[in-house]
């Protein structure tokens, strides 16, 4: 158990992604201070594979950049092709500027054609599911995974990657 409190920025102000944040901390014990920063990913508004693990490294660690914090997380969502499917999925990174850091992703999903045809015309997966569920802002609340699963909201999908990206901060094993 945490006893001393540590400060942790995450680079999103994305309601799910700082909701997942603070319950991935209060699962597994962490006494910190969150604060979320609007930073850059440096990576396409709509990232594809690789650079879904770049993006949410980027956003780690401008948001620890940015802030005084102890720990600096970064989320990000994308999509990669894989046997005649394309998958959403996300990444999160996690770092210290002690040069500690880790990632990990959460589960992908497949993606319905007529979501793939407003992605591959230039809409993110956020757009993509308010155009075709005829919502506004899904992905600040449930994400195309709760329109389409209708149980796992994207906070959701998001808490067990968070925990598995901070375990070496928590759990000193190397």
């Not at 401008?62 to 005084?68: G, I, P, S, V």
Request: hydrophobic share 45%; net charge neutral.
């Amino acid at each position: 158990m945490w006893i001393i409190k540590m400060f942790v920025a995450i680079g999103s102000t994305n309601k799910a992604k700082v909701e997942a944040v603070k319950e991935a901390l209060k699962i597994i014990g962490l006494n910190a201070d969150v604060i979320s920063v609007n930073v850059e990913s440096g990576v396409s508004s709509q990232p594809f594979c690789h650079e879904t693990f770049v993006g949410a490294r980027n956003r780690a660690y401008n948001a620890l950049n940015a802030t005084n914090a102890d720990i600096g997380i970064g989320i990000e969502g994308g999509i990669c092709y894989y046997e005649n499917k394309y998958l959403a999925f996300a990444v999160v990174y996690a770092a210290n500027k002690e040069g500690l850091e880790n990632f990990s992703f959460s589960m992908a999903f497949s993606l319905p054609s007529t979501m793939v045809k407003h992605i591959l015309e230039g809409k993110e997966l956020g757009e993509a599911t308010d155009l075709i569920f005829s919502t506004k802002d899904s992905k600040q609340h449930e994400g195309a995974i709760g329109y389409l699963t209708k149980v796992i909201t994207r906070k959701e999908l998001y808490i067990q990657p968070v925990i598995a990206a901070l375990y070496p901060f928590y759990n000193k094993i190397e």
